[in-house]
């Protein structure tokens, strides 16, 4: 697994794109929810090359997250093999499919460790007899393991918590 | 048999199963080509009773078959189409039936080299090495230049050009949107091209593309033209018929025969399909440049490889392109 993990961190910028690309085909053959996925990913859309690194931050977590999971460690090691291998050079429009798919692929391997999903409805009488208003907020959160964490922590500074799979 | 509208839907899956195939695990392509087969199929069906062994196959893809490998028709027999025929494309009747211009200024061979800033030195090296035995094999049929990376740019594959009877381009390939189409990947400045070119975005990065645009002003263009970048086999088609692609201005400039990738191929296998095919063109009883495609096609078939390793390639234009 380390190995697999020390080649994601060394493939180039647009390699880690290309084997990202791969694996979600693999993973998740279609996109992710189309309008969800557009608006999330909007700003980066506008601006693919200016916006690179980012995206390529996302593909990097894409691959990560499968290397570790051992459902997904062999699709991850299989992409990591296929990059680089091609006489083409990325576009904006390859490099727009490439984060449109990429958090597709994240979402399908991120489900698998969902911990827990809660649903908060808020609702609120009107004065005076006036409307109700019902508001609504739900919360998923995922778990991940210690590896990931410990990975990402590595490889994007961490966030503040993590939470621990059931 | 799918009406147009079937076809032309399956004709955007195939080509993006084809273009994000991952060369190190086919098993997700095969999945997504399962409806190409059916076509495929129907197609041979068809054909099969219009021709007998051995002729040659013409195809006129039109709007709706540009861009798909018709040349991996299935026969009844199950065999591809290509095993037992010379398999030609061309965008009309005219270019089809087409004879080569001997013109005496176009005399010499020549051969463009062009990695990206940041390849595997591994990579690097294959093209460099197999560019330098291709260039032993030019050098056979006649004089011969080499642009080997940072001189290959603009200005000078547009020099040499118009006096160039044959050019073999192994460069990376890279598509640069809806009106330029599929190009050919260049240096510029002492630059080799970038990892990533988004031209629309960054227009001045289109100093590193040759796009069928390029050529428009050419007075002439090698008889031959030989690519293995990236999809630059790959012409668009837009509404009311407007093909863009590096064909367009080729043929239209003396350019008979372009052998180029249908989809984005995988390097150590396209450079072997390459020499495979200069190889057959050294040997005087191929005859045609459809039948070294063939040839070459077929002995890479023979190593029990996939189809996108070894069928990418296609010849399209004259019939007439004989051994010059």
């Given at each position: 697994m380390n190995d697999?993990?020390?080649?994601?961190?060394?493939?180039?910028?647009?390699?880690?794109?290309?084997?990202a690309q791969f694996l979600s085909k693999s993973v998740a053959p279609q996109p992710a929810n189309a309008p969800d996925a557009t608006s999330a990913l909007a700003p980066l859309i506008k601006q693919p090359y200016k916006n690179l690194p980012q995206i390529e931050q996302r593909a990097r977590l894409l691959l990560l997250t499968a290397a570790v999971t051992s459902e997904y460690h062999e699709e991850a090691r299989k992409?990591?093999?296929?990059?680089?291998?091609?006489?083409?050079?990325?576009?904006?429009?390859?490099?727009?499919?490439l984060a449109m798919v990429g958090l597709g692929a994240l979402q399908t391997i991120l489900a698998k460790g969902k911990v827990s999903e809660t649903t908060k409805i808020n609702v609120t009488p009107g004065k005076d007899g006036g409307d109700v208003t019902i508001s609504g907020e739900k919360t998923i959160v995922y778990g991940v393991g210690i590896d990931l964490a410990a990975i990402l922590k590595a490889s994007f500074g961490g966030p503040a918590t993590m939470v621990a799979p059931k | 048999m799918p009406g147009p509208e079937q076809v032309r839907e399956l004709?955007?899956?195939?080509?993006?199963?084809?273009?994000?195939?991952?060369?190190?695990?086919?098993?997700?392509?095969?999945?997504?080509?399962?409806d190409w087969d059916d076509l495929a199929q129907n197609i041979g069906a068809g054909i099969a009773p219009l021709v007998t062994k051995n002729q040659r196959v013409c195809f006129l893809p039109g709007r709706l078959f540009t861009g798909l490998p018709l040349h991996l028709a299935r026969m009844p027999d199950g065999?591809?189409?290509?095993?037992?025929?010379?398999?030609?494309?061309?965008?009309?009747m005219a270019t089809?039936?087409?004879?080569?211009?001997?013109?005496n200024q176009q005399t010499g061979y020549a051969l463009v080299t062009v990695t990206k800033e940041n390849d595997s030195a591994d990579f690097r090296e294959r093209a460099l090495s197999t560019s330098s035995t291709l260039k032993s094999r030019l050098e056979a049929l006649g004089e011969t230049v080499w642009l080997r990376q940072e001189e290959a740019t603009h200005q000078s594959v547009l020099y040499i050009l118009p006096a160039t009877r044959e050019i073999l381009f192994v460069c990376h390939g890279h598509y640069a949107g809806p009106t330029n189409g599929y190009g050919i990947c260049l240096a510029d400045s002492g630059h080799l091209p970038p990892p990533t070119l988004a031209i629309e975005e960054s227009p001045d990065l289109a100093r590193f593309l040759l796009t069928w645009a390029d050529l428009e002003n050419l007075t002439a263009t090698p008889t031959i033209v030989v690519s293995i970048g990236c999809s630059s086999g790959l012409t668009l088609v837009a509404p009311g018929g407007v093909r863009y692609g590096l064909e367009q201005t080729l043929f239209q400039?003396?350019?008979c025969s372009i052998i180029s990738p249908l989809w984005d191929v995988e390097q150590s296998t396209a450079l072997e399909w390459l020499g495979l095919f200069y190889k057959a063109r050294g040997d005087n009883s191929t005859g045609t440049v459809a039948a070294a495609w063939q040839r070459a096609t077929l002995e890479m078939k023979a190593r029990g490889l996939h189809p996108y390793f070894?069928?990418?390639f296609i010849c399209n234009g004259s019939i007439f392109t004989e051994e010059l």
């Open positions: 697999l993990v020390e080649r994601i961190r060394n493939l180039s910028s647009e390699q880690a794109l290309e084997a992409a990591v093999d296929g990059a680089g291998k091609k006489q083409f050079i990325l576009g904006g429009a390859e490099i727009v499919l | 004709r955007t899956r195939t080509r993006d199963a084809l273009k994000w195939a991952n060369p190190a695990d086919l098993s997700v392509l095969d999945t997504e080509l399962r065999s591809f189409l290509l095993e037992h025929h010379e398999v030609n494309y061309a965008p009309n089809l039936l087409g004879q080569p211009k001997l013109d400039t003396g350019t070894w069928a990418p």
